[in-house]
């Protein structure tokens, strides 16, 4: 190109190598476009070793963790922390799902559509741990006319998750936070959806908030939201992943500041684990009511009057899912996919919806 463009009068003193020195110059990447380069390899080594940290060093330290509470069990540990709320004849219950939180919200959108009719007309408790915690408010709300699950999914868990992307460290630290302000701004939508300064749902305690107490080891149903704060507080506890899904100033458990019964808290998907190890029943309420399970993963921990919905049987996700990595069309995947799923497999369910409310 230089040699047939550059004739003898235009080449004023310049070489032909000059010439492709100054066209490769121009045709390379600006310095800010490589930082950028260096900035998403940068990203995604923070994420392995968030992915990393949740899969081997947090099961291994509360593994030992409950272990100890095992073999060094407190008088507090033989407590049972008051569940006074009202009960109910049949309960809906969501495992501690991550990020697989958005598979249980597609899977539910559907189940809905079909049975919405058969959970508003029964007598029932909305209950989850960790990221399932998110889709039982969800449900109950979508149940109650307060937004659909579809808008509770588009609106607002994708707009966790380009929050999540916007952080550099993904989920690392930034989303123990965002949860609790997710938790605040639902609150709100929930006050405007009914009206009423404590939401109806909520005021009658049929929404609940599974976390682990820190100290014991067990499952603490939390159930009392008569402000943002508190609904909030409970669902970040829920989901609080010590070195992971943690903040920077605390790594290791929330303080509970509106909740009784229960001063320092961990991820609710702990309450099963330390269950299994002792051989008792997980998630236990009063009076054992007929319990719906949606499991995204296999569980061993026992559940007595339990209707299980095997999500995992179906295959549609794996287990890097469980991260949330922060791309918006990842998680819309992961809703499409377990909404079609759904329809498929309807018979299926039915039968399974039919056991439960008969």
Not at 208 to 213: E, L
Not at 218 to 236: T, W
Request: with cysteine.
């Amino acid at each position: 190109f230089c040699q047939s463009v550059m004739s003898p009068g235009l080449k004023q003193g310049m070489e032909v190598a000059d010439c492709e020195a100054v066209l490769l110059e121009a045709h390379s990447p600006p310095p800010a476009a490589r930082r950028t380069v260096v900035e998403v390899v940068w990203v995604w080594m923070l994420q392995l070793v968030a992915v990393l940290s949740y899969w081997v060093v947090m099961p291994t330290t509360m593994g030992a963790a409950a272990l100890g509470a095992l073999l060094c069990r407190r008088a507090c540990d033989e407590e049972e922390v008051a569940d006074d709320a009202a009960p109910r004849s049949r309960r809906v219950f969501f495992d501690a799902s991550g990020a697989w939180h958005f598979y249980q919200m597609g899977f539910m959108a559907a189940v809905l559509e079909k049975h919405g009719h058969r959970f508003r007309e029964a007598d029932m408790t909305y209950e989850g741990a960790s990221g399932g915690a998110f889709t039982a408010a969800a449900v109950n709300a979508s149940v109650h006319g307060v937004k659909s699950m579809p808008w509770w999914f588009f609106e607002a868990n994708i707009a966790f998750v380009e929050s999540i992307s916007a952080s550099v460290t993904g989920m690392l630290f930034a989303a123990s936070k965002l949860l609790q302000s997710t938790g605040r701004h639902s609150y709100h939508i929930l006050q405007e959806g009914t009206g009423q300064e404590i939401p109806n749902f909520l005021a009658d305690r049929s929404t609940v908030v599974w976390v682990t107490d820190a100290q014991t080891l067990r499952g603490v149903p939390l159930s009392r939201f008569p402000v943002d704060e508190a609904f909030a507080e409970a669902l970040q506890a829920s989901c609080f992943i010590p070195g992971v899904l943690c903040e920077l100033t605390n790594w290791f458990f929330k303080r509970l500041k509106h909740h009784s019964g229960v001063q320092v808290a961990n991820d609710g998907c702990f309450v099963e684990f330390a269950a299994y190890l002792r051989g008792e029943e997980a998630y236990a309420r009063k009076g054992s009511p007929k319990t719906l399970k949606v499991e995204t993963w296999p569980s061993k921990a026992a559940m007595s009057n339990t209707i299980r919905i095997e999500l995992w049987k179906y295959g549609d996700y794996g287990p890097g899912d469980v991260y949330i990595w922060g791309s918006p069309e990842w998680a819309k995947g992961l809703y499409q996919r377990a909404y079609d799923t759904a329809v498929r497999n309807m018979h299926d369910i039915d039968i399974k919806l039919d056991e439960f409310f008969a």
